[in-house]
């Protein structure tokens, strides 16, 4: 089984910054795309910002200037720095992987996590 797990949420005042983290554990064989998506109250899930397992990365428009992706691939894990938060930024945020386990090597599988809650507010 393979299981992400997102930390890093909290309340945070307009401007200020925080950093989400999500580590992958499991049977894991390798992964390709890690990225970010968010969900607002009343609103679909959007996509905030992916990368790839060579590090090439993509945001979103409202992403784009005030937060960063990155991972590390060794550890299995991503993170994303949020800079310059506003109070659109609340949101629930999951962490999503394709990955390929042991127990199937020749598949990719898609995961998520949890969710971790963010939320800026003064």
């Known amino acids: 089984q393979v299981q992400l797990v997102e930390s890093g949420g909290g309340l945070v005042q307009p401007g200020g910054s925080l950093r989400l983290s999500c580590a992958a554990s499991?049977?894991?064989?390798?992964?390709?795309?890690m990225a970010w998506y968010r969900q607002a109250p009343g609103k679909q899930r959007e996509l905030v910002a992916t990368?790839?397992?060579?590090?090439?990365?993509s945001y979103a428009g409202s992403a784009k200037g005030r937060f960063t992706i990155s991972r590390d691939n060794a550890k299995n894990t991503v993170y994303l720095q949020m800079n310059s938060l506003k109070p659109e930024d609340t949101a629930v945020y999951y962490c999503?992987?394709?990955?390929?386990?042991?127990?199937?090597?020749?598949?990719?599988?898609?995961?998520w996590g949890q969710g971790t809650q963010v939320t800026v507010s003064s």
């Open positions: 990368t790839t397992s060579i590090g090439s990365t």
């Open positions: 499991g049977s894991i064989f390798s992964i390709s795309t």
């Open positions: 999503y992987a394709e990955v390929r386990p042991y127990r199937d090597q020749n598949r990719w599988y898609e995961y």
